[in-house]
């Protein structure tokens, strides 16, 4: 396989207060993130209000299944919005989403009790051979968006 670099940024903004992190083909991953963030500017203008979290993850949703036999993407949606707060969106909307090839390896640990992110993380980036071994946050709130980048040796 081959690895442009292991270190990009696939955590996207697709509106003010709305993210997605994107797994697979980068070039599928971003052209739908394209898609959908241009779908939420024009639906945000119609209705005069920042769009619902939830909008965009069934837009990230409808699109990925109508291209399903060409896209390889696996989309994880997480914001803010007025009506619900802080919402994520893999599946269905819960507390916390795994995407890719070492999520199982971090699912006995949130489910366990233990502290769930940098543990969950790290264990999953040592299995990973693809992991850049960089992990990138969002705390997305009302306030705005506070975005953190830690380096493989601020990991457990």
Known sequence: AYVANRVTDKLTPVHDRIFCC??????DTQAVADAVAYQLAFHSVELEEPPRVRT???????????????????IIVAG????????????????????GAPRCFGV????????????????AMARDGASGGVVRLAAITADGVERTVLAGPALP
């Open 22 to 27: 994107r797994s697979g083909s980068a070039a």
């Open 56 to 74: 965009a993850a069934r837009l990230f949703q409808q699109t990925c299944y109508r291209y399903r036999e060409e896209l390889s993407a696996g």
């Open 80 to 99: 803010w919005d007025p009506r619900r707060g802080g919402q994520v969106y893999g599946a269905g909307r819960s507390r916390w989403v795994l995407w």
């Open 108 to 123: 006995p640990v949130l489910t366990s009790g233990c502290p769930p992110l940098p543990t969950a993380l790290a264990l």
